[in-house]
Structure formats: C-alpha cells, structure tokens
C-alpha cells in the first residue's frame, strides 16, 4: 500500500510517478497528482492538464491566458494545437 502525499490517504491501488527532474510521487488518484505536480496558470490560476502555453519561462493554460499576462507580446502569442496548418 501506499500513502498519497497530498491527501494523506493509504491506498492499495496508489501509484507512483517520476518526474524528470528525479522525484518519486506517490498518489492515489491522478486528481491528487495533478494538484501536486500540475503546473499552474500565471494568468488565471488554474492547472495545466493540457499542452498550455509557455512564454519566456513561463506557464499559461491558453493563449488568450498568456496574452492577457503580456499585452507587449499579444500578437504573437496564439494556440497552435489543433489550429489549421495554413492559417
């Protein structure tokens, strides 16, 4: 069994995770692993779960997020996940 580190619960079915930095985590569920080691939105403060935006060192959920933190950079920021190759 294991003990999730964020929740304090002992589960039989917890797991661990590596990050590439070489930490082990422990969790019993990937809501608990995503509170831990999500990164969080500069902008709005939520979790990252998806591919995000990364500006200069730093982490926003979307673009709309990302320009809103930098009006300097606002053009040139935008979503390129799914966007349509030509545009």
């Known amino acids: 069994m294991g003990t999730c580190e964020v929740c304090g619960n002992d589960y039989w079915m917890a797991f661990e995770v590596r990050t590439s930095s070489g ?4 969790f019993d ?3 608990c ?3 831990r080691i999500a990164p969080e939105c500069e902008h709005c403060r939520c979790r990252v779960l998806g591919h995000g935006v990364e500006v200069d060192g ?3 959920c979307c673009a709309h997020c990302a320009r809103s933190a930098d009006a300097a950079k606002g053009a040139d920021i935008r979503d390129a996940v799914g ?4 545009a």
């Open 23 to 26: 930490h082990t985590h422990v």
């Open 29 to 31: 569920s990937i809501e």
């Open 33 to 35: 692993a995503a509170q």
């Open 58 to 60: 730093r982490f926003f």
């Open 83 to 86: 966007a349509h190759p030509g």
